[in-house]
């Protein structure tokens, strides 16, 4: 054994902690119940006492939560649904399961195809670059800086497709793509595929005239809605597959408020051969039931409460936005009524970055994170001028237009005029406690048992 452990890319101080744990730990039951230690610190913090305003987060419903832990999830089913396509046998109940988890996601987006498999959006987003490309096809696909995500360039499933990614151009100051540029540069790149998929994301995306365009060549035009797609659901965001998105997928975790894990849908009979052999065998084998079940019974809340559900979540958003403009912290997109989604865009720069603010909010019990903006540059990465927030999980817990206030005096409070956050956290921790249940569920949700 070597004295010195060769560096490793987690917090070198983090894990020491965590080793010093395990050191002081009597025995393994010991260093068990030190991660129910910590898992329980998480859930006080977080799920009692925080105003959480991660973008990427959502509360799930009692029922949800409670299928995550269900005897399902420890059966094993690969593969396909039916008693042939298994390996396994013994599958007849996660057949049914399964089947609904398909048909309901079908119904939510009236689609023909429902893909319910994929561990995580990633995932999904794998598959449509390797179902859907070959190595050495160009791609366009939107940048980091304007709002990309990396599952669609080249340090993620599109790079390790190996991929040639060109940029789609995107209008910094009207936060959408630059539809006159963008027609000129695809018909120069003749893309196989455009992906559309922003983690910022503020404006609906041109998805009618980017297929116009692409369909000069047979291109395919990919809605990755990670973000959106429980505003997709909801009937509250644009309807890309009715606009000419082949395929979109999106994490079931977002705006979906479901398990965190992910969803495609398509309609095209003729995709459906490669995208589910992308999934099985190549991206996933057993893919935790229990999770296809919760997703199952989210998607089933979505139908009943999606549209004013994700309604809220967008005013919510919107009059975040507005309060925060008006208390002095500039947000992104205001000369356009600032947001169409569930995401504020604050530009932080002056009050001390994206890193330092989301950290200092969160001294504050006010959970955000540091977000590029469109003109921030690959040195700004780690420290970038944003600041993104969403209003998922507050509106879940019914709030509305005044917590929107409070929260907006909380965040200027402590950007603006400089107060310590440990005065505003008790702000904060009095809003949260007002509002512990979880709404736009069935009341049959408030049942203990299964
Ligand atoms: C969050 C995100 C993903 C990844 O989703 P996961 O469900 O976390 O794997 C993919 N694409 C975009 C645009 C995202 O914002």
Request: proline share 8%.
């Given at each position: 054994m070597t004295a010195i452990a060769p560096p490793d890319i987690h917090d070198a101080e983090t894990l020491g902690a965590a080793r010093a744990l395990l050191d002081a730990a009597a025995d393994p039951e010991a260093m068990q119940q030190e991660v129910l230690k910590a898992v329980q610190r998480n859930e006080t913090w977080r799920g009692n006492e925080c105003v959480n305003l991660l973008a990427p987060e959502a509360l799930v419903s009692p029922t949800v939560r409670r299928l995550l832990s269900a005897e399902i999830g420890q059966r094993a089913a690969e593969g396909h649904i039916g008693p042939v396509n298994r390996w396994f046998a013994g599958t007849k109940h996660i057949d049914e399961v399964e089947a609904l988890c398909v048909e309901l996601l079908k119904r939510l987006f009236k689609s023909n195809y429902a893909e319910h498999r994929l561990v995580a959006s990633m995932i999904g987003n794998m598959a449509v670059y390797a179902a859907l490309t070959q190595p050495g096809d160009t791609v366009m696909t939107i940048p980091q800086p304007v709002g990309g995500h990396s599952s669609n360039r080249y340090d993620g499933p599109a790079g390790i497709r190996g991929l040639n990614i060109v940029d789609v151009p995107f209008d910094a100051h009207e936060l959408e793509v630059d539809l006159d540029a963008f027609a000129k540069r695809a018909r120069e790149a003749r893309p196989k595929l455009v992906a559309l998929g922003a983690s910022m994301t503020l404006f609906p995306l041109p998805v009618r005239e980017i297929k116009d365009i692409v369909s000069e060549w047979d291109g395919i035009v990919f809605f990755d809605g990670a973000h959106q797609l429980g505003l997709i659901a909801g009937g509250q965001f644009q309807d890309p597959l009715r606009e000419g998105a082949d395929i979109i997928t999106g994490s079931?975790?977002?705006?979906?408020?479901?398990?965190q894990s992910g969803v495609a849908v398509w309609n095209d009979p003729q995709l459906t051969r490669p995208l589910l052999d992308a999934v099985f065998p190549a991206l996933a084998a057993t893919h935790q039931v229990n999770r296809v079940a919760a997703l199952a019974a989210a998607a089933a809340e979505l139908l009943a409460f999606g549209p004013a559900y994700m309604a809220n979540i967008v005013k919510n958003a919107q009059a975040l936005a507005h309060a925060l403009h008006t208390r002095g912290v500039p947000v992104l997109g205001a000369h356009k009524g600032y947001t169409r989604t569930h995401q504020v865009i604050g530009d932080v720069r002056e009050f001390g970055g994206g890193l330092e603010v989301a950290h200092r909010l969160a001294k504050a019990n006010i959970i955000t994170n540091k977000n590029l903006l469109p003109d921030d540059t690959p040195q700004d990465w780690d420290r970038p001028s944003g600041l993104r927030i969403g209003t998922t999980e507050v509106t879940r817990l019914g709030m509305g237009e005044l917590e929107m206030q409070a929260i907006a005096d909380m965040i200027a409070g402590v950007?603006?005029?400089?107060?310590d956050p440990e005065h505003v956290k008790a702000e904060a921790l009095e809003l949260r406690t007002g509002f512990q249940t979880v709404k736009y569920c069935f009341s049959s949700n408030t049942r203990s048992s299964l």
């Open positions: 079931a975790g977002k705006t979906f408020s479901g398990p950007l603006v005029e400089g107060r």
